[in-house]
């Protein structure tokens, strides 16, 4: 399926615009429901991000970075050290426990239930950066919490925006002007150890500047705890909707997001 937007994470919404297609050719006296559908994972335009100081409290904080130190290097995964300069790890059992202690607070934060989708340690070494991106509605809400630094990196957040349909930036320099585009209104927050920020990141740019135009030998561990609107698990994947919704036409859809649950 083609790829229709250049940045980073952006399969599912590639695969919601080729789905809305499917069905205006096949179904078209459906397209309303199924676009409907997606309301639940659309953020309110209004939402701000919320900052939460010590948002685990000292001896959770603890375990969660005790954990991560006790993981053997080799167990990291690599493949985004050359492109974003970090190492990574997925749903770490007591990050997982973890988790499911900060659903009730992020509902609260969030203004809505919702349930832990997933999440990953996120170890960015010295070379570390992020291009600015829309997360899949996998991570609705994240819940971005600094674990530790060699000094504060600020993470640039736009306002909630609709989703894209269609890339409306240059192909070759899409990156600097999403980034200087005042309608988003990018603002900057950096983190303290044990602070988090939650944003919604499938409805928000986000981006960080290098880490080493801040600091040389810098890194940054962070873990980003993904939540989904609670009841929506069976649906937030490209590759359920042709049962879901009963379109078998839709089971052409690439699943262009290879992580699971
Ligand atoms: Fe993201």
Redesign the pocket.
């Given at each position: 399926m083609t790829k229709r937007f250049p940045w980073y994470?952006s399969g599912w919404l590639s695969s919601y615009v080729s789905a809305k297609e499917i069905v205006s050719q096949c179904y078209p006296g459906r397209l309303a429901e199924f676009t409907e559908a997606f309301d639940v994972f659309r953020t309110p335009a209004d939402f701000q991000v919320r900052e939460i100081k010590n948002v685990l409290g000292k001896a959770l904080f603890e375990k969660a970075l005790e954990a991560a130190h006790a993981i053997p290097p080799g167990n990291l995964n690599k493949k985004e050290l050359l492109h974003m300069g970090r190492t990574i790890l997925h749903n770490l059992p007591e990050l997982v426990e973890i988790q499911k202690e900060l659903a009730a607070r992020v509902s609260e934060e969030v203004n809505e239930q919702v349930e832990p989708s997933y999440n990953f340690l996120s170890l960015y070494k010295d070379v570390g950066f992020l291009t600015p991106?829309l997360?899949a509605p996998l991570?609705k809400w994240t819940l971005d919490l600094c674990l530790e630094q060699s000094a504060p990196w600020p993470v640039y957040f736009s306002q909630v925006v609709p989703w894209p349909e269609e890339c409306l930036y240059e192909k070759e320099n899409w990156i600097n002007e999403i980034k200087h585009d005042t309608e988003l209104r990018f603002t900057p927050r950096t983190l303290q150890p044990g602070d988090a920020v939650i944003f919604s990141?499938s409805s928000q740019w986000?981006y960080r500047e290098p880490i080493q135009q801040a600091q040389r030998e810098n890194f940054c561990h962070l873990v980003f705890f993904h939540f989904i609107p609670k009841g929506t698990s069976h649906f937030v994947r490209p590759v359920d909707w042709a049962n879901y919704f009963n379109m078998p036409e839709l089971a052409r859809l690439a699943e262009h997001d290879a992580r699971k649950k």
């Open positions: 994470d991106h997360d991570a990141g986000h």
